[in-house]
């Protein structure tokens, strides 16, 4: 396999940020930054994003390292709406979806990295362009979409419920 230090505890952190994210959206249909498994998705994303610009396979600056600078910008400004705009409105859609695409562009490494390595000695795929690694993303794009039109109905119904809440209250 050969991972170096950093790159084991970068493959560490990761899979807990994946796991994490995984049960906030089964838990929640979305990374639910007030959640537990939210916070670890946001904390261990950083993490992994930043030990992700101390590994290159082929040296030097590379599109893995583009993209964990991408994610960190997506989760950064999630957790801002987060924490500037309080409560079930607008800035909930954008905080959802900036945080389930940023799980999507942290699969993006993760399968290829995954399905080149493993088992060790028989990797599943030979390279980046083995069609078991884009029918792979392929479902998980579709996945994405799904899930992300799920949070945007789901986001709909808690902003009308809320809503009506203040209108009766009001009454």
């Not at 992994?48 to 991408?70: E, M, P, Q, R, Y």
């Given at each position: 396999?050969?991972?170096?230090?950093?790159?084991?505890?970068?493959?560490?952190?990761?899979?807990?940020?994946?796991?994490?994210?995984?049960?906030?959206?089964?838990?929640?249909?979305?990374?639910?930054?007030?959640?537990?498994?939210?916070?670890?998705y946001?904390?261990?994303?950083?993490?992994?994003?930043?030990?992700?610009?101390?590994?290159?396979?082929?040296?030097?600056?590379?599109?893995?390292?583009?993209?964990?600078?991408?994610?960190?910008?997506?989760?950064?400004?999630?957790?801002?709406?987060?924490?500037?705009?309080?409560?079930?409105?607008?800035?909930?859609y954008?905080?959802?979806?900036?945080?389930?695409?940023?799980?999507?562009?942290?699969?993006?490494?993760?399968?290829?990295?995954?399905?080149?390595?493993?088992?060790?000695?028989?990797?599943?795929?030979?390279?980046?362009?083995?069609?078991?690694?884009?029918?792979?993303?392929?479902?998980?794009?579709?996945?994405f979409?799904?899930?992300?039109?799920?949070?945007?109905?789901?986001?709909?119904?808690?902003?009308?419920?809320?809503?009506?809440?203040?209108?009766?209250d009001?009454?």
């Amino acid at each position: 396999m050969g991972l170096s230090v950093l790159g084991i505890f970068h493959t560490i952190i990761g899979v807990v940020a994946i796991i994490s994210a995984l049960i906030s959206f089964v838990r929640f249909g979305k990374v639910n930054l007030n959640h537990i498994t939210g916070k670890l998705y946001f904390y261990f994303t950083i993490i992994t994003s930043v030990t992700a610009l101390g590994i290159s396979k082929h040296g030097g600056f590379n599109a893995g390292h583009a993209l964990s600078l991408v994610i960190l910008i997506l989760i950064s400004i999630a957790f801002y709406l987060h924490i500037k705009k309080e409560g079930n409105n607008k800035a909930r859609y954008f905080e959802n979806f900036l945080m389930s695409f940023s799980f999507l562009l942290s699969m993006l490494p993760t399968v290829n990295e995954t399905l080149t390595r493993v088992p060790v000695g028989h990797p599943l795929a030979k390279d980046i362009n083995d069609p078991l690694i884009g029918k792979t993303l392929l479902v998980i794009f579709v996945l994405f979409i799904a899930g992300s039109v799920y949070q945007i109905v789901k986001q709909i119904k808690i902003n009308k419920s809320e809503t009506e809440s203040l209108h009766l209250d009001e009454l």
